[in-house]
């Protein structure tokens, strides 16, 4: 036999095993067992072979979360029930899902769950027992720039099944979608988002196109809602449609039902006192099973750095309980902090308002002007001992507190007596989820658990209409709850919280677990860009933050009010949690104020988590960078410049490194002036191998205002040649709905005069840069 021969026998032969092994790999169903698809982990790839029917069970990954059909089954609902999940990162998609679900079980009288996604296996639903009448709501907001909620991001990934960009219309061949796993399952789809991102809405929309393609059956129209404008109008205007097709879903006339007035209000939870609890209370720590505990380490000092000694001794949780995560973050120590700004005031003018007392230094009041003081810090936070790494360009999320002098303030129109009473929450479903951890103290619940800075929603006042014991008050308040018109003049737009209601509406007598758990939403965690470099500084990150303090004046809400509106400052609960912080840290009594703490958790030590960011440097230094960055928008490029420059000085090459920065006076609010300049005086200096350039705009120092889009408008034939030449990455960071706006409309004009491309053409360079991983924004509006 010749070697031809052979050969041909062989690849014959060759061909015959891999046919049969395909047609075995084919036959099983399983493929991503072994192996996930590109872009998907291996716990998504594996949650999304789960949930396919006919895959041995052998075969399947078991999965850590809760069962979603135990919980269910614990509840049988012969006519159906309505199961609301969420994806919410504030707390909003959760509030909306609680409150659909609240009046589908008032008006339908159907069982209703609402469902934490992070918490339970979705992918049972592939396997929902057929015949149920059940119905799937999906809240789902868009995060950051077209990302799910940190709640959402196992569920999606295994919804999405890979395909997690996009509106998801391709004819792709689907193994998922030719299966129809979710065929006779019901669903309807609110979408929550910013109309200011470019990915508006897109988590719900790919969501809701996905259900459909997977077999699923739609009930009603999707919602939509825009938190750029109104996201509560827009929810309300929807909710009549889709209240109406679960109606006609279920078989119930919802008509028939009794009116909002004459619905008697059924609290979720009541507070009780905590007897002998068995596992400690909590005092402010925030943890998902047991109280937190920290000890001092022996023998250890604080770091005295550049800035400020902040603490005698460095602290350690006494009891590890593993790794970190969003409901169990780490409390990382100030080791320093300094201001950046505080010569900046801000006028507010009232023509016709009473005006609050002033409150030095934060702010004053005179005749008719209300000056408060803008203030801005750099607030470094230890990450020793967390095993937590970042990546320059991520975020730190951190959890705030309110101020003592609102906790005081809601504890007084409340008649809270004892803010140290140790409390426990009782549902009144026993399906119910506490809304954070007990046995607690008041003052805990108060200061740590729920945001008293939080704005009243227009609903809440149907709430407080059903413990008015006035007639003339309850009658005002439901008023309120049900006229729109009414409710954004009069609350909306005094921005009017809680406490502020309450102060006019004396006989509202209301209980505690109704004012903890339904009126008062969690503290949120609040993301920031990381402003130091982890090449830098891998065990510290860096926040940059402007204290948000305004002053607002407020209508009377009740129909006999006084004429002339209440002029109140407003604060951001968490930068003016951080301003405490720093005040704290460079106090003279440290000592004796850090003993006044009544947190379990040692004073200036923080709730904190890392959260990854596509916001990366090129890996190559030597590809040219152009960073846009106005005012805190500079937090992430202080982190950028530092990394090249060090770069530069271990003898690397780096390419042309470009920061627009700008910011109101050169003399006030510059941030990091001396730094930079510092940098660029090493760079010259040293002689290093980086094209170090910073470009500033001051919009207060000259006849003319001068913003950072105007300064690439009139360098745009450089930066053309920097993106198109040289293949550069382009970088955002600030005010997504202006700023961010209009530098992108400078580059589209700069593709039309310094490339030379017709309108059309600018337009679709512009789109496919930007779809581009040469082009990141770091945005918030």
Known sequence: MSSLDLTDLIILASIAVLTAGFMVWRGSGSSDLAAPRPGVSAAAAAAAAAARPGTPAKE????????????????????????????????????????????????LSIPTLVVDPEEYDMSELAHWPSGTKDVFGFFLATYGEG?????????????????????????????????????????????????????????????????????????????EGDDDASLEEDFLAWKPSIMAALGSF???????????????????????????????????????????SWAPVPGSMADSGDFVVVGSHKFAESKPAG???????????????????????????????????SNPP??????????????????????????????????????????????ARLAK?????????????????????????????????????????????????????????????????????????????????GRKNLADVLEEFHSVKLPLGVVLTELLSRISVRYYSI????????????????????AIAQASGRSDGAKKPVVQVKEGITTSWLQRNHDLSVSADFAAKAAQNRSSVPALYVPLYIRSSNFRLPSNPAVPVIMVGPGTGIAPFRAFVRERVLAAQRGETVGTTWLFYGCRNKDLDYLYREELESLEKIVKDDGLSIDLRISTAFSRDGPKKVYVQHL???????????????????????????????????????????????????????KELRGSPRFAEDVWS
């Open 60 to 107: 399947t990954a078991k999965s850590s979360k809760k069962s979603l059909l135990a919980l269910v089954n614990e509840k049988p609902a012969g006519n159906g029930r309505l199961i609301a999940v969420y994806g919410s990162q504030t707390g909003t998609a959760e509030d909306l899902a609680a409150r659909i679900s609240k009046e589908v079980a008032l008006s």
């Open 147 to 223: 990302e799910p909620t940190d709640n959402a991001v196992d569920f999606y990934s295994w919804l999405m099944d890979g395909k997690g960009t996009g509106e998801d219309e391709g004819d792709e061949e689907d193994d998922m979608v030719f299966e129809s796993p979710l065929e006779g399952l019901s669903f309807f789809v609110f979408c929550l988002g910013n109309k200011t991102y470019e990915y508006y809405n897109a988590i719900g929309r790919r969501a809701d196109l996905r259900l459909e393609r997977l077999g699923a059956k739609r009930i009603g129209e999707r919602g």
């Open 250 to 292: 279920f078989g119930v006339d919802a008509s028939a039902a009794p009116s909002m007035r004459d619905r008697p209000h059924v609290p979720a939870f009541e507070v009780i006192d905590a007897v002998d609890p068995f596992d400690g209370v909590f005092h402010g720590e925030l943890a998902y099973d047991k109280p937190r």
């Open 323 to 357: 790794a970190f995560d969003t409901k169990h973050p780490f409390y990382g120590r100030i080791v320093a902090s300094r201001p950046l700004f505080g010569k900046i005031v801000d006028d507010f003018n009232f023509a016709d308002a009473q005006l609050p007392a």
């Open 362 to 407: 934060q702010w004053t009041s005179s005749g008719t002007k209300v000056s408060v003081k803008r203030e801005c810090f750099h607030i470094e936070l230890d990450l020793s001992g967390s095993g937590l790494k970042y990546t320059t360009g991520d975020h730190v999320g951190l959890w705030a507190e309110n101020s003592p002098a609102e906790v």
């Open 413 to 493: 129109v409340l008649g809270i007596a004892d803010l140290d009473r140790v409390i426990d929450l009782v549902p009144h479903d026993s399906s119910s989820k506490k809304p954070f951890s007990t046995p607690c103290t008041l003052r805990a619940a108060l200061s740590n658990y729920v945001d008293l800075s939080e704005p009243l929603k227009q609903f809440h006042l149907d709430v407080l209409a059903k413990y008015a014991t006035d007639a003339a008050e309850k009658a005002r308040l439901f008023d309120l709850s049900e006229d729109r018109a009414l409710f954004i003049d009069l609350i909306q737009n």
């Open 531 to 550: 402003s130091s470099s982890s090449v830098e500084e891998p065990t510290k990150v860096s926040v940059t933050a402007v204290v948000v303090r305004y």
């Open 712 to 766: 690439v408008a009139q360098s745009q034939d450089e930066i053309w040649r920097i993106l198109e030449k040289d293949r550069g990455h382009f970088y955002i960071c600030g005010d997504a709905k202006h700023m961010a706006h209009d530098v992108n409309a400078a580059l589209e004009s700069m593709a039309a005069s310094s490339g030379g491309l017709k309108p059309e053409a600018a337009k679709l360079w512009l």
